[in-house]
């Protein structure tokens, strides 16, 4: 009778410690509390399908009148933490198939650079990778890509910004219905150099002004409706 109260509670601890460890697994994988908030947030009200999906970093985040501004677009903002393209891809499942986007705009990529010291070699993979989940789960979604931008907090990484740029240019210009929008360019002056009133005082994020900025290049490129090809 002992033998058997102690194999069954044996079996429960192995049990409990086993289902421990995957929620452990699951809470402590980067990101994940804000990926559940966007699902509790769609349990409360989905959002239509067939919108377009913005993803990405905080950058993308913290665009937060996006929806707002481009509202007849039904934008659906994903944006989350300081994510890089790697939690990107790992979380497509979450953030862009549920809402069946029509089209898809991402931001990432710059704190690969920054946070993980990658070069722009591996960036280009990782967006590689990005690109192949995505099309994986949807097959013929369009996509455009917002190019790296220059934060002048980060000018240590330029010349692998401006690499990791060209070489995702160049890998976009073999796809099919994608967009290499270079927002970049249009955030320096003149001379080239960087526009420091553009950003916050991090120098990382952007004022209005920056978003400004990108909203005007990118509106001409997005679809108003399903069926109607990218440019």
Do not use: C
């Not at 919108?51 to 039904?74: C, M, Q, T």
């Not at 990484?157 to 099919?176: G, Q, R, W």
């Amino acid at each position: 009778m002992r033998r058997r109260i102690f194999l069954k509670l044996a079996i429960f601890t192995a049990f409990a410690l086993t289902l421990t460890g995957n929620i452990y697994a699951q809470e402590s994988r980067p990101f994940w509390n804000e990926v559940q908030e966007f699902q509790h947030k769609d349990s409360l009200q989905m959002p239509r399908k067939h919108g377009i999906v913005f993803l990405g970093s905080s950058s993308i985040r913290k665009w937060v009148d996006a929806e707002k501004h481009f509202k007849k677009y039904n934008v659906i903002n994903r944006g989350f933490g300081g994510s890089t393209l790697l939690q990107a891809t790992e979380y497509v499942d979450y953030l862009l198939v549920p809402y069946a986007p029509r089209q898809v705009v991402i931001y990432s990529g710059e704190n690969d650079i920054a946070t993980d010291s990658v070069d722009a070699d591996e960036t280009l993979k990782r967006f590689q990778a990005l690109i192949t989940k995505i099309r994986s789960k949807l097959i013929d979604v369009p996509i455009v890509y917002l190019s790296i931008k220059q934060s002048p907090s980060r000018t240590g990484f330029t010349e692998v910004v401006l690499k990791s740029n060209s070489l995702i240019k160049d890998y976009l210009a073999t796809l099919p219905n994608t967009i290499f929008l270079d927002v970049n360019s249009k955030m320096l002056d003149a001379k080239g150099a960087l526009r420091p009133e553009l950003f916050e005082s991090d120098m990382l994020h952007m004022k209005p002004a920056g978003y400004a900025i990108w909203e005007k290049e990118l509106k001409p490129y997005l679809i108003k409706k399903s069926g109607q090809k990218t440019h």
